[in-house]
């Protein structure tokens, strides 16, 4: 079965600072991709980054990064120099070839940043 | 630009009344959700189609019906409301074929209240 486990339901993170946001997961697949969505007070869904199972570097997108850990099944993002605007709810989700139309998504991480 | 489109926005419905929440995507994605989202919970999945003419049950489909009219469009519908169905509904489509490296992309959402 698969399974995606965050465990912080609240992060405070200070301006400026870098932030880590923890997920593991669960597959017995070889082939799986990894996401992170951001989802603001607003309410809409925002597709952030996305790693593959077999990709050998971390991905990156601007301020975002994962900290992909296959051995450890973990795939953290991190969030370099935090801003205001970054105060959202974050939401990793898995994708695995063997139920490759089902996404799996842990139940959030609330993420406050502080001036 | 448009992406996932979801009508209504906001409703509310009487204990015992129907209703359909409409998802339109112009990305020509072959799959396609319907999520709850409760407050704690994370995204729980109702029901997703695969691809056009077919319907799978998710997690919480009780209390749900859809429909796959064509590739573009899928809809949920609320046979007889009841008041654990008040949730923000999201849909979201993204490309089949199992292909994991293929995020999903979210309309806006429907606040849905019953009384």
């Known amino acids: 079965a698969q399974k995606i486990t965050q465990t912080q339901p609240g992060m405070f993170v200070q301006e400026k600072e870098a932030v880590t946001l923890d997920c593991t997961y669960d597959?017995?697949?070889?082939?799986?991709?990894l996401f992170w969505y951001k989802q603001p007070s607003s309410g809409e869904m925002i597709f952030l980054i996305y790693q593959g199972s077999y990709d050998e570097q971390n991905a990156t997108e601007g301020r975002y990064s994962l900290n992909f850990q296959k051995a450890r099944k973990s795939a953290n993002l991190v969030i370099s120099a935090s801003q205001l605007g970054d105060s959202a709810m974050y939401f990793c989700?898995?994708?695995?070839?063997?139920?490759?139309?089902?996404?799996?998504f842990g139940t959030g991480t609330s993420l406050t940043v502080i001036p | 630009n448009a992406g996932v489109t979801q009508t209504p926005k906001f409703q509310v419905l009487k204990t015992g009344q129907s209703m359909t929440l409409q998802c339109a995507q112009d990305m020509n994605h072959n799959s396609m959700y319907w999520y709850r989202q409760d407050p704690g919970m994370g995204l729980r999945l109702i029901y997703y189609?695969?691809?056009?003419?077919?319907?799978d049950k998710g997690e919480v489909p009780n209390g749900y019906n859809v429909s796959r009219l064509n590739k573009r469009e899928f809809s949920l519908r609320l046979e007889s409301a009841a008041p654990s169905q008040t949730s923000v509904y999201f849909c979201?489509?993204?490309?089949?074929?199992?292909?994991?490296?293929?995020?999903?992309?979210f309309g806006d959402g429907t606040r849905l209240s019953i009384l």
């Open positions: 989700a898995m994708r695995a070839s063997n139920t490759g139309n089902q996404f799996y």
């Open positions: 597959t017995s697949d070889q082939s799986y991709g």
């Open positions: 189609s695969a691809s056009e003419g077919t319907t």
């Open positions: 979201a489509s993204s490309e089949g074929g199992g292909r994991v490296g293929q995020p999903q992309h």
